[in-house]
């Protein structure tokens, strides 16, 4: 294992990861120049598009004698997730900070994670070819952060590839060869750090192997799970799949389990010998949903369809969770957790795009806990499940703890924007020039209300952040029903701080009133809450001059006419029902 190094790179998001694997599989030759792209390890139309890397995705690399296995992975916060289960497959991680932004929130967060893993740490400072390029501030940022020398910082360009070669020849030095965690070298096995489904070959499980070898045609077991399978295959990534005869100890790969059944292959569960009776390794955490929704079909003919569809997604995501419901409203549906609003535009927008179907997404909301009048306690999910004032004794929420890092500059901005948004500010310091963070703790709720976005405008862009839930605390909030021509809708329910309700209520009526197709007969929008209407808008009907046609002649035939038609205008008032499309309900979801 002398000759093995296994290492990931953690960043916050747009700082160049993507570009630099390009670069060390370029100059590895690991890919023939000719099949070069940009981000060639994004796989997903998604990440290419959005130009974030949304999944993890190892790689096996060859310079001089050394056989190097890099884990890429994702720098939003959303999918910290990703970023743990990585870490606990290598014994190194490049720490890459853009110089062009410097520490950012989710660099601490990352670092974090990699430290607390016991991981080699190499900071690098990347994009130093920019003209905005701030290189030695950037250096003394890490410098603090880290506590290291200054010559200990590498810089390197992932367009230009300057620097990526001593890079390398770093890696080999300051990276540990892989060891084995106290186990007996006799047996095979080895940590599931991610896993995929084919079709044709079944759950294909992505493993670090920490002892012993496997070979295709070996016996072996998830221990965790229980279940018996033979490996159909096995190999490495280089990136696509390549088969190899063996897997051995302190090498990343993947095995063909050939098992087609949900459920049984899970994230952190080890796969070893079938013969083998060692306890299994020191897995993860199980990514714990933070934001739920829930998505019913269009048309209740597609609900198969979906439930089949959010089986398949569940197979790579393994933190995506979903459980049926029914609404009296939208009828059948399920309601789905998520790991942040990033995480839920991206699951909802592969079921449209990789199985063409029509979804109604309610709004967006966390997990309260309600306890009762009458002695009571339950968890509520769904916004149009929370029940009405005069039932609730009391109610709690999630709270998280949060660290924005902003130029001091900004300072002022940023501290009446917590106000607005029920924050308990904490610690406040400085690093560098340039950088300040504050930390500070808020509800759940709130941040989930357009804090990020919020954010992003009042330091000009310069914000980040990076969150960690805490614990629950009371919480004084209500249910806010939207109205559409007297009909509730359930999609367009959300809980909100009382002190919100008003203005929530205004905003929610106002941008429902632009953006909904005028109907047929004229109707009004309503926010309801305490049980009366606080907000409302009259949306007139569609016209048609009925007399158009007519020329001349009587003037009562046409009074007859307009009389018809004003009497059909009211029969559909009281019996008519607005549809509402598709793309109504995810103007509604985002926050523009």
């Not at 932004?101 to 991981?119: I, N």
Request: proline share 5%; glycine share 8%.
């Amino acid at each position: 294992m002398d000759g093995i190094r296994n290492f990931s790179i953690i960043a916050h998001i747009d700082h160049g990861k993507s570009t630099l694997a390009d670069r060390l599989l370029e100059l590895t030759n690991t890919i023939d120049k000719r099949a070069m792209r940009d981000q060639v390890l994004d796989s997903m139309d998604l990440e290419r598009e959005r130009g974030i890397t949304i999944k993890m995705q190892p790689v096996r690399m060859r310079y001089k004698d050394y056989v190097l296995n890099l884990i890429d992975t994702p720098g939003h916060i959303d999918f910290s997730y990703e970023v743990s289960r990585a870490l606990r497959a290598v014994e190194g991680s490049i720490l890459l900070v853009d110089a062009t932004q410097g520490v950012q929130a989710q660099t601490l967060t990352t670092l974090g994670m990699a430290q607390a893993a016991g991981l080699a740490i190499i900071p690098v400072v990347s994009k130093i070819d920019s003209p905005l390029a701030r290189i030695e501030e950037t250096e003394e940022e890490i410098e603090k952060l880290l506590g290291v020398k200054k010559g200990e910082i590498l810089r390197v360009s992932g367009r230009t590839g300057e620097g990526v070669e001593h890079l390398l020849e770093e890696i080999i030095k300051r990276v540990p060869p892989p060891k084995a965690p106290g186990l007996s070298a006799g047996g095979f096995s080895a940590l599931i750090f991610d896993f995929k489904y084919s079709s044709h070959k079944g759950v294909i499980v992505f493993v670090r192997a920490f002892s012993g070898r496997v070979r295709k045609g070996d016996k072996l077991k998830f221990k965790i799970a229980g279940k018996d399978f033979q490996a159909l295959e096995v190999g490495v990534f280089v990136p696509e799949e390549k088969s190899m005869e063996t897997l051995s100890a302190g090498e990343i790969g993947y095995i063909v389990t050939g098992i087609k059944e949900p459920g049984i292959a899970s994230v952190g569960d080890t796969v070893a010998d079938s013969s083998y009776d060692a306890a299994a390794l020191p897995g993860y955490e199980i990514p714990r949903p933070v934001v739920w929704a829930s998505v019913y079909p269009e048309n209740q003919d597609h609900f198969v369809p979906l439930k089949q569809a959010l089986g398949r997604l569940r197979l790579s995501d393994s933190a995506f969770s979903f459980e049926e419901e029914s609404s009296g409203v939208l009828g059948r549906g399920f309601r789905c957790g998520f790991l942040g609003m990033l995480h839920l535009e991206i699951i909802t927008e592969r079921l449209r795009r990789e199985f063409d179907l029509p979804l109604v997404i309610t709004l967006p909301s966390i997990t309260y806990r309600v306890m009762y009048k009458n002695g009571g306690e339950e968890m509520v999910y769904t916004p149009s499940f929370f029940p009405e004032d005069h039932l609730v004794s009391a109610v709690w929420e999630p709270w998280v703890e949060a660290t924005v890092i902003i130029p001091p500059s900004y300072i002022s901005a940023v501290m009446q924007l917590l106000y607005e948004f029920e924050a308990e500010v904490g610690l406040t310091e400085s690093f560098g020039d340039a950088r300040t963070s504050v930390k500070f703790e808020m509800p759940l709720r709130e941040l989930m209300r357009g804090f990020f976005d919020r954010l992003k405008a009042a330091t000009s862009g310069f914000g980040s952040i990076s969150y960690a839930l805490v614990g629950e605390r009371p919480a004084d909030v209500t249910r806010l029903d939207i109205l559409v021509a007297d009909e509730p809708v359930a999609a367009f329910a959300k809980v909100i701080s009382r002190r919100q309700v008003e203005t929530e209520a205004e905003a929610a009526v106002e941008k429902l009133h632009q953006i909904l197709p005028r109907q047929m007969f004229s109707m009004k929008i309503q926010a309801k809450a305490y049980g009366r209407i606080i907000a409302s808008r009259s949306m007139s009907g569609m016209k048609k001059d009925v007399t158009q046609h007519m020329y001349g002649g009587d003037i009562t035939r046409k009074m007859k006419l307009r009389e018809k038609q004003k009497k059909g205008k009211k029969k559909m008032k009281e019996r008519g029902k607005v549809s509402i499309p598709q793309d109504v309900f995810l103007k509604m979801m985002r926050r523009d």
